[in-house]
């Protein structure tokens, strides 16, 4: 397969745990995109890399929220201290540079007990 | 700024029939135009862009969509609708050259296409 993947697919964690989400994107891209889509919504940005290195980040990423992406291969997604609010649908998504189309994984599903 | 906007939650068709499901955008430059499909409990896949050339871009699955500029819209569109074309519709937009190419998205449209 060699599209973009996610792990785990669901992940269920009571408020106050630290939780940690990985994409793996397509090989030959070096364009990598954490999104966050919530119930009745589009997906809204969060961070965004090149290679390894993290260019842009939304105001949406809080403090507990950190991303890494080292090598340039996969990415992680790290929330501490997760509150209810934080319960959404974490996708990840990849691009071979800035100007082509966005592929996105299956997403993670978390939900914050 | 960017903003997209599809003003319908929910589009019903018959199996057969044409659909049509309905976005409009704003940026500052030259737009770049997508649509998404999510199934459920899926990511979002790539259906057609529209980046520049013709107004008429065809797409994955039989969709296409048009691209007006006057009226800033992009509607996507399929001339028979199947029942397995049900489905969350994500229409996208982002700032073209010199922008900072991150995507806004549309709050979705459910096509339910009925037998």
């Known amino acids: 397969d060699t599209g973009v993947s996610q792990d785990p697919r669901h992940k269920i964690t009571k408020r106050g745990q630290n939780v940690t989400f990985r994409c793996d994107p397509i090989?030959?891209?070096?364009?990598l995109y954490w999104y966050r889509q919530t119930l009745g919504q589009g997906p809204e940005f969060l961070t965004y890399?090149?290679?390894?290195?993290?260019?842009?980040k939304s105001r949406l990423l809080s403090d507990r929220f950190s991303a890494e992406r080292p090598k340039g291969s996969f990415s992680t997604l790290e929330i501490q201290r997760t509150e209810q609010g934080d319960s959404a649908m974490y996708l990840c998504?990849?691009?071979?540079?800035?100007?082509?189309?966005?592929?996105f994984g299956p997403g993670t599903r978390l939900l914050v007990l | 700024a960017q903003s997209v906007a599809q003003p319908e939650d929910q589009v019903n068709v018959a199996e057969g029939n044409p659909l049509t499901v309905k976005c409009t955008y704003s940026?500052?430059?030259?737009?770049?135009l997508f649509w998404y499909v999510q199934y459920p409990n899926r990511g979002l896949q790539f259906l057609l862009k529209y980046i520049t050339g013709d107004n008429l871009v065809k797409g994955s699955y039989g969709f296409e969509a048009e691209f007006n500029k006057s009226q800033t819209s992009f509607h996507l569109k399929k001339p028979s609708a199947l029942v397995s074309d049900s489905a969350l519709y994500f229409c996208?937009?982002?700032?073209?050259?010199?922008?900072?190419?991150?995507?806004?998205f549309g709050r979705g449209t459910s096509l339910i296409v009925h037998p």
């Open positions: 998504a990849s691009s071979q540079d800035r100007r082509e189309t966005q592929y």
């Open positions: 890399f090149q290679n390894e290195a993290q260019l842009e």
């Open positions: 090989s030959e891209h070096n364009r």
């Open positions: 996208a937009v982002r700032d073209g050259p010199g922008g900072s190419y991150i995507p806004t």
């Open positions: 940026v500052s430059g030259n737009p770049y």
